[in-house]
Every structure is written in structure tokens, then in C-alpha cells.
């Protein structure tokens, strides 16, 4: 029996205070909906079907070039009415699993739990249920049971008695059910209710009734299965997601100085003994290799560093390829396209950008290194810079091994540098320089006898 997954995203999410739709809200960098969509493909489902409603076009938009069938709910009837909406493009020979674009972070495990189920040991009709145990479960629809334990029916709290109001297991509204008895079920439905709502979990008493067994999972921790109805909600969400994530990295070899103070929006690798200080940011696809040391404050997004390699306090590396062994920062910043060999030297306020530097070459303070092929052995004096732009195009610097350029030098592209060659403190350099040259470029020092230094003129 195929998979097909069902997302509930029409919701306006009106306590946001947002215009931004409320499934379009990110945990750790990326939409609640996309963590959804990414649950939805790694249980393998053959279709992923998304109800909107509110801004859908914008919602669509965010997810523009993925395999997705969209449904419109144009008005907000309840769960039930959303689903309804999606029902025609499903097959009948399909298990349906039914999620909501503001769950974010349930685990693929807990759906798997769900639908690994054999058809032969339920019969042909099955429903299966994720609820959760929660001590204060004020605002949920409860699970209600028989002197079995069986489930015979879901009461959401407006409708619930006060003893029904007691029962702590509580429905997630998440459920696998097979297409059959969804499309028999689903024009049962009724409004009549304290929310004048047409309630999804009403097919459970259907269930019951036509002697459809209901299995039931629960979910290990409840903020697996919560949503997020407003900004506080969301932060709590985003907190739990970055302590898991934490763990994962701890587990896998890495130490952290705060395991709160870190946050992951994409994918982090890390290999064994690395140490992160405290509030990093890593974005996108970052890998770093054994016994690297990350210092405070860093920023680091789709980036590549190879074992031993340190990058010290406030750096910001962004695209980049850190060597074995190098030295980054403190304050350094790493642009797009830079790529560094191994015991390279990247010092404080120094920014590179397409820049290939070469092995055991120093950029220690104060310069900007862009448009760049730097040789090995290279040292590039305090305050120098490639002069890589003159307004309309870029141009590139060439640096051989073994150069010696000195401070606040200006390199203005195109140029080259050849082997050996020493590139005197102060110069402007515009034309190449061949192999072992000395070049001075810069103008003549003057020292003037008997000049008077300006006074205080003299207050009214």
C-alpha cells in the first residue's frame, strides 16, 4: 500500500502578528513548513499534498520547484474541511497520513511508529493515532477510552465534560488512515459543534463504530509533536530544536563551552575533538574537521575547515575553505571563494574574497586580499590591499611563492608578482614585477628646515 502525505497549512496564524504566514515561520533557518515537506520525503510517501488558505500564493512561492499537489481551502471550516479539500487527488490504494505545517519537529522515528503497520494482522481499513501525555494539557482535544483502553472517541476541550477534562492523554492531530475509510468518513462530518467546526478526530467514533480498529502511538516527548501558535511558542520550538541538535554534536565528539549558546540553521559535521566556544552561529552546509577550535562569537556558513585548523573570536567565514592547520582571525572575515591551504595565517581585520592563498602564507593584519592567487610562503604586510576594482569590472592579483610585499602596499590589478620579490612598505604598485625584483613605488620623502607649526589663533 502506497503513502501519501497530507499537510494542513491554511491557518492565518493571526497571533504571530505577522504578515509573514505562520507556516513560513523559521526554526533554525528554515520554514516550519519546509521541516515538514523534509519529514514528509524521509518517510518515503509517493505524493505530499499541501492545504492552504491564507497567502497561499506566498506560501506556494516559498516552495517553488518541489513536487508538491496544492489544495485551497478558501475558507477555514476546521481540520476536517481542510482535508476534505485534498481527498479528490488521493488515490484509494493509499495510506494517508495526515500532518500540520506548524509541527515542525517531529521525528521521522515517531512516524515511522506510525505507519509500519501489517495490513494482514488489521484487515483492510486501519487508523492509527500519535497522542501524547502531557501534566497540563489545557487546550487539547482528549483521548477518550473504554474499561479496555481502547480509543473510542477524541473531545475537544470546548466540548469536553469535567471529567473528560481530567485526562491527561491528549491528541496531537496527527493520524495515518487508510484512503477507503477516509473518503467514507469525510462526508459524515459534522459542524455541530461549540466551534461550528467540522473536527477531523470525529472519524474516530466513525472508527469505532464500524469496528475499525485504532492503534495508538505516543510521542516520547511533547515538544516532538507541539506547534506554534505565537512568537513565544516559536521560541520555544527553536530552543528545543537547537538543545537536540547540541546533543547530536556533543554525542558525535565535539565539545561545546555552553550547549545554549549555539545555534545550527542547516547542517553542521563535525569530526572528533573540535571545540566550539560559545555563540556560534553556523548557517547552510558546514563541515569541520578534527581538533578544530571555533573561538566566541563566529559566524560560519557553507564552509569547509580541515583538521587543526583554529578560527578565533568575531570571524565571519562565509563560503570559504579553511586549510589543515590555519589560523584564523580574531575579527578576520572569509567571503565567497576564498580558499586556503594548509598553515595559512588569516589575522585580525584582514577580509579576502576569491582569493586562493597559498601553503604557509601570512595576511596577518589590517588588509584586504580580493581577486587573488597568492603562491606559498607569501607575506603580505599590515594594511595592504588588491586594488581589484576600478568601478565597472574586476581584475586579478598574482603573487608568486616566497614575496615579501610590505605594509600598506596597493596592488592594482591586473598585476603580477613574481617569484622572490620584495615589494617595498608604502608602495602603489601598477605594473608587474619580475621574479626576485625589489620595487619601490611611492614618492620622494622631503624633510623641510625651519617650518613653523601652526599656532592657536587667539580668542576674542
Known amino acids: 500500500m502506497t503513502l ?7 491557518g492565518q496564524g493571526s497571533r504571530m502578528r505577522s504578515t509573514l504566514p505562520k507556516v513560513l515561520h523559521p526554526i533554525a533557518g528554515k520554514s516550519m513548513l519546509a ?19 491564507h497567502s497561499a500564493e506566498q506560501v506556494k512561492a516559498s516552495l517553488a520547484g518541489t513536487d508538491i499537489k496544492w489544495a485551497l481551502q478558501s475558507e477555514q471550516k476546521g481540520t476536517g474541511h481542510a ?22 519537529l517531529i521525528s521521522s522515528a515517531t512516524i515511522e511508529q506510525l505507519i509500519t503497520r501489517e495490513p494482514s494482522s488489521l484487515g ?52 495515518c488512515v487508510t ?19 467540522y473536527y477531523l478526530t470525529d472519524i ?27 512568537r513565544v511558542q516559536l521560541e520555544e520550538l527553536e530552543r528545543f530544536y537547537q538543545r537536540r541538535y547540541a546533543e547530536q554534536l556533543m554525542l558525535g565528539g565535539a565539545s561545546l563551552a555552553d550547549a545554549s549558546r549555539i545555534d545550527v540553521r542547516g547542517s553542521l559535521n563535525t569530526g572528533n575533538d573540535v571545540f566550539i566556544d560559545i555563540n556560534c552561529v553556523f548557517e547552510g552546509e558546514v563541515t569541520i574537521g578534527e581538533g578544530v577550535r ?78 587573488a592567487e597568492i603562491g606559498r610562503d607569501v607575506n603580505v604586510g599590515a594594511g595592504t590591499i588588491t586594488c581589484n576594482y576600478d568601478g565597472v569590472n574586476k581584475f586579478k592579483t598574482t603573487i608568486a611563492d616566497d614575496v615579501f610585499v610590505g605594509s600598506n602596499t596597493a596592488l592594482v590589478a591586473p598585476v603580477s608578482v613574481g617569484k622572490a620579490a620584495t615589494i617595498g612598505a608604502g608602495s602603489v604598485i601598477t605594473g608587474n ?28
Open 4 to 10: 501519501e502525505v497530507v499537510i494542513l497549512a491554511a
Open 35 to 53: 521541516h515538514v515537506l523534509a519529514l514528509a520525503k524521509a518517510v518515503v510517501s509517493t505524493q505530499t499534498h499541501v492545504v492552504v488558505g
Open 83 to 104: 482535508v476534505a479539500q485534498a481527498l479528490p487527488a488521493i488515490s484509494d490504494e493509499s495510506q494517508v497520513l495526515i500532518l500540520y505545517g506548524d509541527v515542525p
Open 124 to 175: 483492510t481499513e486501519q487508523l492509527s493515532l500519535l497522542t501524547v501525555e502531557l501534566p497540563n494539557p489545557s487546550g487539547y482535544g482528549r483521548i477518550v477510552r473504554n474499561s479496555n483502553a481502547d480509543v473510542v472517541a477524541i473531545v475537544e476541550q470546548k466540548d469536553a465534560s469535567a471529567e473528560q477534562l481530567k485526562i491527561k492523554e491528549v491528541n496531537t492531530g496527527i493520524m
Open 179 to 197: 484512503a477507503t475509510a477516509l473518503k467514507r468518513w469525510m462526508p459524515k462530518l459534522s459542524a455541530d459543534n461549540a466551534q461550528g467546526e
Open 204 to 230: 474516530i467514533a466513525m472508527a469505532v463504530s464500524d469496528g475499525v480498529m485504532i492503534n495508538v502511538c505516543q510521542a516520547s516527548e511533547p515538544m516532538e509533536v507541539q506547534g506554534a501558535n505565537n
Open 294 to 371: 571555533i573561538g566566541p562569537n563566529c559566524h560560519i556558513s557553507d564552509s569547509k575547515i580541515a583538521d587543526n585548523a583554529e578560527i578565533k573570536a568575531n570571524s565571519v567565514l562565509e563560503g570559504a575553505v579553511v586549510g589543515e592547520a590555519c589560523s584564523i582571525g580574531p575579527f578576520a572575515r572569509l567571503r565567497p571563494g576564498t580558499v586556503l591551504a594548509a598553515d595559512v595565517k588569516i589575522g585580525n581585520f584582514v577580509e579576502t574574497k576569491k582569493a586562493n592563498i597559498g601553503l604557509g602564507s601570512k595576511v596577518s593584519h589590517l588588509s584586504y586580499i580580493g581577486d
Open 433 to 460: 614585477i619580475a621574479e626576485g625584483e625589489l620595487a619601490v613605488a611611492r614618492s620622494k620623502q622631503r624633510n623641510i628646515s625651519g617650518w613653523q607649526r601652526p599656532e592657536k589663533l587667539p580668542r576674542d
